[in-house]
């Protein structure tokens, strides 16, 4: 199965850009996609970025306008940049992986242990 490890995340002032990083590691065929959550305490977590390798992007409307996200299939690495950073932007910002394991199997929702994003004034 995948392991997710995010990286990058930490505190930035407010107006600044951030990018960070995820790794996919272990057990798998392919990667079919990957995407960037975001979550507060109380509230659901909420889309940020989504890519299908060799494919599509779709972003969250969140940071719609001020994120971008990268896939490098290669590498098994997703990078996502925001930048314009506020206040609202402070949360644990997590990557989401779907994946084909190495029977070929589809399997949906691998996460991240997540990473701290704060963003002071």
């Known amino acids: 199965q995948v392991q997710l490890v995010e990286s990058g995340g930490g505190l930035v002032q407010a107006g600044g850009s951030l990018r960070l990083s995820c790794t996919a590691s272990?057990?798998?065929?392919?990667?079919?996609?990957m995407a960037w959550y975001r979550q507060v305490p109380d509230k659901r977590r909420e889309l940020i970025a989504h890519?299908?390798?060799?494919?599509?992007?779709t972003y969250g409307d969140s940071a719609k306008g001020r994120s971008t996200i990268a896939l490098n299939n290669a590498k098994d690495t997703v990078d996502l940049q925001l930048n314009d950073l506020d206040y609202d932007d402070t949360a644990v910002y997590y990557c989401?992986?779907?994946?084909?394991?190495?029977?070929?199997?589809?399997?949906?929702?691998?996460w991240g242990p997540g990473t701290q994003v704060t963003v002071s004034s």
């Open positions: 989401n992986a779907d994946y084909y394991d190495t029977a070929g199997f589809f399997t949906r929702d691998a």
């Open positions: 890519i299908i390798s060799g494919g599509s992007i």
């Open positions: 272990g057990s798998f065929s392919r990667i079919y996609s």
